[in-house]
């Protein structure tokens, strides 16, 4: 496990803990990258691959998979009742944070992240394999209950936009997008399509403090003192409500990550619709520029 202050250390395990339980019975890890073909490259030995796009989002309409499709994802990793399940991914974790999110949204409680992910992995010069496992399909029942409060919602997102805009309210939007997103001088990061949303800017009344500024050069987690320095200083603080948003909602729950797994923060929501949704809406208003 990690430390460096945090209030739920627990939440990340360091590299070496990882090199040294990788054949422990009761971890079971998984890679999952923005890049959908890494796993099938090379990955951490014994390591499962989900692929963001077709096994975390449902067939049909826009959303996650519910209770039951996590329930088989983690079938057919072979999980058990005594399973710790730990996350890993390339670009620091972005889309391993995304499924811990997931998996924290459907109930699901035994998940850790790597800290620094495959960057730091690599960096290390560890062992990596291209072996795929195929691991006996369980019996694993998902009991823990559903955590609406960990996700925002549009609806609820349109509803308080005045309030974000006002100062001292007792909540706040966090845009973690780049500084050229926020400004509306991009739609999306500068290797990816800028096709998804109609129109550019950001929410009115958000904060714009960029998902990467969380992580050291290796991708590992900057310590409590840091990130409460980094999100303080914008005003995102414990007392206040919380939510973060970006594109589709993975570099924000790299956001929701740090501030409710490592600061404590105890009101913090990711709205996955992020600006893939609100910037089609109909009349919704948007902020263009800094």
């Given at each position: 496990m990690t430390g460096n202050g945090y209030a739920h250390p627990e939440a990340l395990v360091r590299t070496e803990w990882l090199a040294h339980h990788l054949d422990d019975g009761t971890i079971r890890v998984v890679e999952v990258d923005e890049d959908t073909e890494a796993y099938d490259r090379d990955h951490i030995p014994g390591a499962v691959g989900w692929n963001w796009t077709t096994d975390l989002h449902s067939q049909v309409g826009r959303d996650y998979i519910d209770r039951d499709g996590v329930q088989h994802l983690l079938r057919a990793a072979g999980v058990e009742d005594d399973t710790t399940v730990v996350l890993y991914g390339g670009n620091n974790n972005w889309f391993a944070a995304y499924a811990y999110w997931l998996l924290r949204l459907r109930g699901f409680g035994p998940v850790r992240l790597l800290d620094g992910g495959r960057k730091k992995w690599e960096l290390e010069e560890r062992e990596l394999t291209r072996a795929v496992m195929d691991y006996q399909h369980s019996g694993f029942r998902l009991s823990g209950p559903e955590r609406p409060e960990l996700r925002a919602l549009?609806?609820?997102?349109?509803?308080?936009?005045?309030?974000?805009?006002?100062?001292?309210?007792?909540?706040?939007?966090?845009?973690?997008?780049?500084?050229?997103?926020?400004?509306?001088?991009?739609?999306?990061?500068?290797?990816?399509?800028?096709?998804?949303?109609?129109?550019?800017?950001?929410?009115?009344?958000?904060?714009?403090?960029?998902?990467?500024?969380?992580?050291?050069?290796?991708?590992?987690?900057?310590?409590?003192?840091?990130?409460?320095?980094?999100?303080?200083?914008?005003?995102?603080?414990?007392?206040?409500?919380?939510?973060a948003y970006c594109r589709i909602g993975e570099r924000s729950a790299h956001t929701w990550f740090a501030l409710t797994e490592l600061l404590g923060y105890p009101h913090v929501k990711n709205y996955d619709g992020s600006w893939t949704e609100?910037?089609?809406?109909?009349?919704?208003?948007?902020?263009?520029?800094?």
């Open positions: 549009r609806d609820e997102v349109l509803a308080r936009a005045e309030v974000f805009a006002k100062p001292g309210a007792d909540a706040v939007l966090v845009d973690v997008r780049s500084p050229a997103e926020f400004r509306g001088e991009l739609i999306a990061p500068p290797h990816l399509p800028q096709e998804q949303a109609q129109v550019p800017g950001h929410i009115p009344g958000a904060v714009n403090i960029p998902w990467s500024q969380a992580a050291n050069d290796d991708g590992s987690f900057r310590s409590a003192e840091e990130l409460r320095a980094l999100y303080g200083g914008k005003g995102v603080e414990p007392e206040r409500e919380v939510i609100y910037g089609s809406l109909v009349r919704a208003p948007v902020v263009l520029g800094a």
